[in-house]
Structure formats: C-alpha cells, structure tokens
C-alpha cells in the first residue's frame, strides 16, 4: 500500500522549484479550492497511487498555476478563474463541471436563527462585530456572497463591517471561535463544523451559480477526474450537490 501524504495550504512556489524524482512520478498532484477539504480527502483515499492535495483560496491557486506551479488536476470554485486560466493561455485543458454548492449564513453553534437577512438584522446581529467572509474580489466564496449583499441592496451597509479572509475555511473558523458573530460560507463549509450554526439560507436565485470546475493538466491528471467523478456521494453527503 503506498502511502499518502497530504499537504494542507499553499506552499506552491517552493513546489514549483522542486525537480519531481522518478519515484514520485505517479504522484497526482492537485490543487484545490479549501471547500472541497475533507470530502476530496476521503475521494482520494480511493485512489491507487499516491496523492499531495494543496488546499488554498481558487484566485491564488489559479495565480500559482499561471506562473508555473506543478499540477495534475486543479479544482477551483469559481468558473471565472478558470476562464482566467485557459483564456488567459495558461492552461489548454477544457473546465469540467464537476459539482456545485449554496451559500448560508452562520453564527456559532446555539445561535438564533434569523428572521430574515436585510442589512438591518444583519448589523443588529452583529451588534458591532464583524462578518466573516472570503475576500470578495478574489475568493469565490466571497465574490459570491458580495453578489448576494449586491442584490438585496445591503452592500453599502455591510462593507464596513467585514472581516474578509484568504479563504472561505478561514471564514468559519473566525465563527466556529467566535471571533465574530457571523460568517457566509457554503453550506458544505457548515456541515463540516459542529460548531456553527446555519441562521440563514441565502436564496440560489440571488447570486451567480456556485460550480467547481476541474481541469485535468496531464493525462494523470484527467484518470483522477475521472475517478472523482464516479465518487460524488461523498461530495453530496458532504453538503455538496450536483451542477
């Protein structure tokens, strides 16, 4: 049995400069968007070589990949970073749909459930605190939530009360520690902690559609697409769905 060996982050740059041995040559390297941590884990175990996952926000995984950095598979977050990468010649695979995913509004766990999310429940629920959120010009978590805020008008409100982060795990982890008193994640980031609560679930209709595309970079690479694909139970149980 090979063993595994799993790197959580982006250490993506020192990667770029390391010469891959022989041994390691069937090695899947991936690149992922940190939303996928845990269920893609539990996919790649049923792999039968071995697998380095690097988990990051899809903007720096994309910027990583366009200077070079050595992947098989990368699953972003977001479709326009992946535009980004094949428009941009950077990548010649074709984005694959691969699933999908909605957003919620969380507090920590036993917080009361909100009677509806205009900017003024939201600001009275924060009481002076901060919204977690991912970034909301880079981090897809965060480009889609500020759609959202966009659309129900409470932008203007909001955007001086945000505690934005380098990826939407990093959101919930400023909630699960209470650190601030409301995060928007995706539902799957929720079900993945027991130590938030979903207050609130932020209509589909009212953001751009929430896809994970996956580019295969080598033929290994399009083997483990293939693989993940026939394994997406585990992403639907994960609180994932299907594009």
């Given at each position: 049995?090979k063993?595994?060996?799993?790197i959580?982050?982006?250490a993506?740059?020192?990667?770029?400069?390391?010469?891959?041995?022989?041994?390691?040559?069937e090695?899947?390297?991936?690149?992922?968007?940190?939303?996928?941590?845990?269920?893609l884990?539990?996919?790649?175990?049923?792999?039968?070589?071995?697998?380095?996952?690097?988990?990051?926000?899809?903007?720096?995984?994309?910027?990583?990949?366009?200077?070079?950095?050595?992947?098989?598979?990368?699953?972003?977050?977001?479709?326009?970073?992946?535009?980004?990468?094949?428009?941009?010649?950077?990548?010649?695979?074709?984005?694959?749909?691969?699933?999908?995913?909605?957003l919620?509004?969380?507090?920590?766990?036993?917080?009361?459930?909100?009677?509806?999310?205009t900017?003024?429940?939201?600001?009275?629920?924060?009481?002076?605190?901060?919204?977690?959120?991912?970034?909301?010009?880079?981090?897809?978590?965060?480009?889609?939530?500020?759609?959202?805020?966009?659309?129900?008008?409470?932008w203007?409100?909001?955007?001086?009360?945000?505690?934005?982060?380098?990826?939407?795990?990093?959101?919930?982890?400023?909630v699960?520690?209470?650190?601030?008193?409301?995060?928007?994640?995706?539902?799957?980031?929720?079900?993945?902690?027991?130590?938030?609560?979903?207050?609130?679930?932020?209509?589909?209709?009212s953001?751009p559609?929430?896809?994970?595309?996956?580019l295969?970079?080598?033929?290994?690479?399009?083997?483990?697409?293939?693989?993940?694909?026939?394994?997406?139970?585990?992403?639907?149980?994960?609180?994932?769905?299907?594009?």
């Amino acid at each position: 049995m090979k063993t595994r060996r799993w790197i959580k982050g982006l250490a993506l740059a020192c990667a770029a400069l390391t010469p891959v041995s022989p041994a390691l040559a069937e090695t899947v390297r991936v690149f992922a968007a940190a939303s996928l941590q845990g269920p893609l884990d539990a996919v790649a175990e049923g792999w039968d070589a071995e697998v380095v996952i690097s988990y990051g926000g899809s903007g720096a995984i994309a910027r990583q990949v366009s200077q070079g950095a050595p992947a098989d598979v990368v699953i972003l977050a977001n479709v326009a970073w992946s535009d980004w990468l094949v428009d941009g010649g950077h990548v010649t695979a074709t984005p694959r749909a691969l699933l999908s995913n909605s957003l919620v509004v969380i507090g920590p766990d036993g917080a009361a459930p909100l009677p509806d999310a205009t900017a003024a429940t939201l600001l009275g629920r924060l009481n002076g605190g901060r919204l977690a959120m991912g970034q909301h010009m880079s981090v897809p978590a965060g480009i889609y939530a500020h759609a959202w805020l966009t659309h129900t008008g409470a932008w203007g409100d909001l955007s001086p009360h945000l505690a934005e982060t380098e990826n939407v795990r990093a959101a919930l982890a400023l909630v699960a520690r209470e650190e601030t008193p409301l995060g928007i994640v995706y539902a799957s980031d929720a079900a993945a902690s027991d130590d938030v609560s979903v207050l609130w679930d932020i209509p589909k209709d009212s953001h751009p559609a929430i896809l994970y595309p996956g580019l295969a970079l080598t033929p290994l690479g399009a083997d483990f697409l293939d693989h993940l694909a026939t394994r997406t139970d585990v992403f639907v149980a994960a609180g994932f769905s299907l594009p």
